[in-house]
């Protein structure tokens, strides 16, 4: 059983930048693909980016790429996003999940286990 615990969101204007962390209990993020989703109100859960276990591949959303970046410490078995150039549009519930080597990435029915989320709201 893992346990994944976000945190890092808040309130920022326009353009500003956060930074996430996701930090992982009972599950090695070097052995898991770990991945962030949004889910802004009324709106699907979407993909946002994700990194393997061996932190050698990075995949984004075409509507974040250039803007944030994932990365991972495993000695403190924690990943991060860091997310710069915030759009209002951005706003949203931020989770992160954790999935077994080898399934797609993008598809948020592939991670078996899911943080409570943080809220991200950009204001314009």
């Known amino acids: 059983q893992a346990q994944l615990v976000e945190s890092g969101g808040g309130l920022v204007q326009a353009g500003g930048s956060l930074r996430l962390s996701c930090a992982a209990s009972g599950r090695t993020v070097s052995s898991n693909t770990m991945g962030w989703f949004r889910q802004a109100p009324g709106k699907e859960r979407e993909f946002v980016a994700a990194?393997?276990?061996?932190?050698?591949?990075?995949y984004y959303a075409d509507s974040v790429k250039g803007r944030f970046t994932l990365s991972g410490d495993n000695a403190k078995n924690t990943v991060y996003l860091q997310m710069n150039s915030l759009k209002p549009e951005d706003t949203a519930v931020y989770s992160c999940a954790a999935a077994p080597w080898g399934r797609n990435v993008f598809l948020k029915g592939n991670y078996d286990y899911w943080g409570q989320g943080t809220q991200v709201t950009v204001s314009s």
């Open positions: 990194i393997t276990g061996s932190r050698r591949s990075t």
